[in-house]
């Protein structure tokens, strides 16, 4: 097995009519899926593609997805591309990438040539109705090693500009093996979609329904605005996975939602991105029995990394551990004297480390790092930025981002301290701390029906003085990046509204 290919190839053998991924628009079959990837790829090398990056500027759909098949059948690797990122972003994408063709559908018209396109633009429709070139898809198959690109797809850009991730064949069908034994899932499970299909999170559903022949439904993304239509389109369509990022699930337990709906169809329940608030895990663990697990993994390593199921209760102010890593992956810890410790920076290794960053030698060089513990022969980890120590029961705990920790009123603070306070706090429901380092101002934006003074006062009463906020602003919506992650950039400039 070379590719992620092999999978969907295996599963056109056994279960050819099973639905694959269903969208408000179609339900596409594992034959459909296979189908539609050989006549894009077969309309891609008729026009001379060969190992380069392809655009895929569609709406969020099952057949974006069978878009991204369809490049890899012409030996290229995918870039998606969604109009909800904005023009800057598209800008920076295209000029970066500078690619030859790209599939597209009605959403990218006109945005596509605004933003500097310059090559061929196939629409989907043409390219899923081109003739199978049977003899051009297998000699391109043939050319294919699992050494090779799959994909590539860029950062939030939420701490600087965004960097464009180059993701291996051979990790992601190795990931596919990771996630899909630690979800636990099989040809009976349904995921509900939450990821957009331009970053690395929406892996986890479509490599589920690849390897394991789950099926995965794409949530519309206007009911993450309404938690009880949310929870009942769920059970319309017997979700009984998720994979979502913190922001989204707690969008459905901090509104009290669980008091007019629950999910019924639930059997896994794994989040990420951010750290979740034990308050909510709790609301989530009363309400809906369900494996619940906490992931952690950076886009630089081909997705999730390292996973805790959540086996005890967690009071306020706990740190849920983000547990250990896969298989076939090492995470460990270098202090700042370059030596491994039991407190420090997450560094990993293994198959999961992607190729690093997109015609961006510089930035590549500082995070895709020789081992710090191996002077005998190259090898290249990843120097991820994060913190993290071991507890007592030998887990990971994640303390923050390095760039997160400050040095205020004389003492070295993490943010994460402030956001873990203010979050346990009754009547809060989101919150972000930050930090402008011009004024030296210690922020705090929140969402909740406490007044500002309140929540001081709470504070006051769980953190030492100089952990205190200096400005505190409650917001309708905390910002988030394009992935679901809470946006500190954005945070920021709200402090002085």
Request: aromatic residues 8%; glycine residues 8%; proline residues 5%.
């Amino acid at each position: 097995m070379k590719t992620v290919l092999d999978f969907l190839d295996r599963q056109a053998e056994t279960r050819p009519d099973a639905a694959l991924f269903c969208d408000e628009f179609e339900s596409l079959t594992v034959n459909a899926v296979k189908e539609r990837a050989d006549r894009a790829g077969s309309a891609l090398l008729r026009r001379g593609a060969q190992r380069e990056a392809v655009l895929v500027f569609m709406r969020r759909s099952g057949a974006m997805i069978a878009a991204f098949f369809g490049v890899w059948r012409a030996d290229c690797f995918y870039v998606p591309v969604d109009a909800e990122m904005g023009e800057t972003r598209i800008r920076s994408i295209i000029e970066r990438v500078r690619p030859r063709f790209a599939i597209v559908d009605e959403t990218a018209d006109p945005l596509l040539f605004t933003c500097g396109f310059s090559g061929e633009a196939i629409e989907a429709g043409e390219a899923f109705s081109a003739p199978v070139d049977a003899d051009a898809l297998a000699a391109a198959r043939r050319k294919t090693t699992d050494a090779d690109p799959a994909y590539l797809v860029f950062t939030s850009g939420s701490t600087g500009a965004p960097k464009g991730v180059v993701g291996i064949h051979r990790a992601v069908r190795d990931y596919a093996k990771q996630i899909t034994d630690a979800l636990q899932v099989d040809e009976t499970d349904v995921f509900g979609m939450q990821a957009p299909l331009y970053v690395d999170a929406c892996l986890k559903e479509i490599l589920s329904a690849l390897k394991c022949g789950s099926r995965v439904v794409i949530v519309p993304k206007r009911l993450f605005m309404t938690p009880v239509p949310l929870v009942e389109f769920l059970n319309a369509h017997g979700i009984t996975a998720l994979c979502w990022v913190v922001p989204a699930l707690t969008l459905i337990s901090a509104l009290r939602t669980f008091d007019e709906v629950v999910p019924k169809f639930l059997k896994t329940v794994a989040f990420g991105s951010e750290v979740m608030p034990p308050k909510q895990l709790k609301l989530w663990r009363e309400h809906v029995p369900a494996r619940y697990l906490n992931l952690y993994g950076p886009t630089e390593c081909t997705g999730m990394t390292c996973c805790y199921e959540v086996d005890r209760d967690f009071s306020d102010g706990e740190r849920i551990p983000i547990g250990r890593a896969f298989d076939n992956a090492e995470v460990f810890l270098i202090d700042e004297n370059g030596n491994r410790a039991d407190e420090g920076e997450i560094y990993i290794r293994g198959t999961s480390v992607t190729g690093g960053y997109y015609r961006d030698p510089e930035r590549t060089k500082l995070a895709f790092v020789q081992n710090p513990l191996n002077p005998d022969y190259p090898e290249t980890v990843y120097r991820t930025g994060d913190l993290a120590r071991y507890n007592a029961y030998g887990e990971l705990e994640f303390l923050g981002r390095r760039d997160d920790q400050i040095k205020h009123m004389g003492h070295r603070i993490e943010l994460g301290e402030l956001e873990s306070a203010a979050k346990a706090i009754e009547g809060v429901t989101a919150a972000c701390a930050v930090f402008d380092r011009e004024r030296s101002v210690l922020g705090l934006i929140y969402t909740g029906a406490l007044e500002k003074a309140e929540v001081l006062s709470a504070l006051r009463n769980r953190l030492p003085e100089y952990l205190l906020p200096k400005r505190t602003v409650r917001v309708e919506r905390i910002p988030l990046t394009e992935n679901g992650k809470t946006d500190r950039k954005a945070a920021c400039g709200l402090l002085y509204r």
